[in-house]
Each structure stands twice: as C-alpha cells, then as structure tokens.
C-alpha cells in the first residue's frame, strides 16, 4: 500500500524563527544606529564606520546568543531524555501505564490505550516517551549550530541594506532615505516571513514596520539630542 506523505509548513519552524529574527535585527538596529550618528551631524565615513561595526557585532552576538540559548535547550531536552531513559529501565510498568493514560485522555479507550502503549515501546520505548510525554519530536528539538550560523547571516544579509543605504545617499537625505528604504526592507521581511510560514502578510508586515519605524524613530530623536548638546 502505498505512503501518502505530506509537506507540512511546521517544518521550517526552527530555520524560520532565527532567519525572520536575524534579518529583523540586521535591519533595525543598523538602521536605527546609522539614522542615530547621522542625526547626530556625523560625516558619511563615521557612518560607514559605525553601521559596519554594528554588523559585524551584531552578528556575532546573534550568532554567540542563538548559539548559548539554543544550547540551554538541547541540555534541558538531554537531561529530560536521560531521566526517562532511566525510568524506562527500572520503571518499565508504570511507564507503560503512563503512556496509555496519555492515550486514553485524548479518547482512546482504555484496554485500546494500553495495547497502542505496548506496541509503541515494544518498537521504541524512548521514542515514544520522548513524542507523547516530553513533547520533543524532529522538527522541534533544538539545533544550536543551525540557529548560530542562521542568525548570524541573516543579521549579515539585513545589516548590509541599511549599509548601502548609507553609502549611496545623498548628505542632505540620510536620515530621511535610512527611514524610508529601511521600512520597505521591513515590510518586504514580514512579507518573506509570512509566506515562508504559510500566514497571511498583513499582520506580519504591519508587526515589523511598527517596531522598526518605533525603534528609529527613537534612536534618531536621541541622536539629535546628543548632536545638539555635543
């Protein structure tokens, strides 16, 4: 008999979540960054300075967090799988009793919930466990490596927009343009991440747009602050 397999959107979950937040990041907090020296009255060579030295620290830092994060995860996940290992060894009854009942509370009658339980474990009683009591399955445990690696260069890939803003603007539109061309790198995000996941944009777009263009706004309020004090 032939397998009917299906490609399901939660799939990308874990690549999905660091590259939406590392693009995010790229974006906001170089641009908000650039938009604050410039604000400030800095000259283009300091704002070329300070958004690439903001990429690549921003980068590292994604990739460091992502990495030490994630990290926290797996051990938590490990340790949970050790202690269940553990119990399925000296425990291997009420072990079984416990599966079925996780069967039997979602309607499944008794007797049939302990027959399922028996031929589940009898195939891979971690496994089992692992999916129905721990809730840890392939699509969802963690992956430090990924997570560090994908955050950093998403973080690289929407730093650099904001960069080459920078570069290319005229001195009188600087402020003006980072804003304008940072929130359409903004929108085009929310609208990657949403159709990558399956949501309608709208929600998503708005979500991006209203943060980003809240933290610029913010940092180039702050930054004219300094520049008039300094």
Same mark, same amino acid.
């Given at each position: 008999?032939?397998?009917?397999?299906?490609?399901?959107?939660?799939?990308?979950?874990?690549?999905?979540?660091?590259?939406?937040?590392?693009?995010?990041? /790229?974006?906001?907090?170089?641009?908000?960054?650039?938009?604050?020296?410039?604000?400030? +009255?800095?000259?283009?060579?300091?704002?070329?300075?300070?958004?690439?030295?903001?990429?690549?620290?921003?980068?590292?830092?994604?990739?460091?967090?992502?990495?030490?994060?994630?990290?926290?995860?797996?051990?938590?996940?490990?340790?949970?799988?050790?202690?269940?290992?553990?119990?399925?060894?000296?425990?291997?009854?009420?072990?079984?009793?416990?599966?079925?009942?996780?069967?039997?509370?979602?309607?499944?009658?008794?007797?049939?919930?302990?027959?399922?339980?028996?031929?589940?474990?009898?195939?891979?009683?971690?496994?089992?466990?692992?999916?129905?009591?721990?809730?840890?399955?392939?699509?969802?445990?963690?992956?430090?490596?990924?997570?560090?690696?994908?955050?950093?260069?998403?973080?690289?890939?929407?730093?650099?927009?904001?960069?080459?803003?920078?570069?290319?603007?005229?001195?009188?539109?600087?402020?003006?343009?980072?804003?304008? /061309?940072?929130?359409?790198?903004?929108?085009?995000? +929310?609208?990657? /991440?949403?159709?990558? +996941?399956?949501?309608?944009?709208?929600?998503?777009?708005?979500?991006?747009?209203?943060? +980003?263009?809240?933290?610029?706004?913010?940092?180039?309020?702050?930054?004219?602050?300094? /520049?008039?004090?300094?």
């Amino acid at each position: 008999m032939p397998h009917h397999r299906e490609s399901h959107l939660v799939a990308r979950i874990g690549w999905l979540r660091a590259a939406v937040l590392g693009a995010n990041d /790229g974006i906001v907090s170089t641009a908000s960054l650039i938009i604050g020296v410039s604000a400030s +009255g800095a000259s283009r060579s300091s704002l070329l300075v300070s958004g690439i030295a903001g990429l690549v620290a921003g980068a590292m830092s994604m990739a460091a967090g992502e990495y030490v994060s994630v990290s926290s995860q797996s051990d938590t996940e490990r340790a949970d799988l050790d202690r269940e290992r553990q119990e399925l060894a000296t425990q291997p009854e009420a072990e079984l009793d416990e599966l079925a009942g996780f069967y039997v509370e979602r309607g499944v009658e008794p007797d049939l919930a302990r027959s399922v339980a028996a031929q589940m474990m009898a195939r891979d009683a971690l496994g089992a466990h692992a999916r129905d009591e721990l809730h840890i399955t392939e699509l969802t445990t963690a992956r430090p490596v990924t997570a560090a690696f994908t955050s950093a260069a998403t973080f690289t890939a929407g730093a650099l927009l904001p960069v080459i803003l920078a570069a290319v603007l005229p001195a009188g539109v600087t402020v003006a343009g980072e804003a304008v /061309g940072s929130i359409l790198f903004l929108a085009l995000l +929310g609208w990657i /991440g949403a159709r990558a +996941g399956g949501a309608s944009p709208a929600r998503p777009v708005l979500r991006v747009v209203f943060w +980003g263009a809240l933290a610029m706004a913010i940092t180039a309020g702050i930054g004219r602050l300094v /520049g008039a004090s300094v």
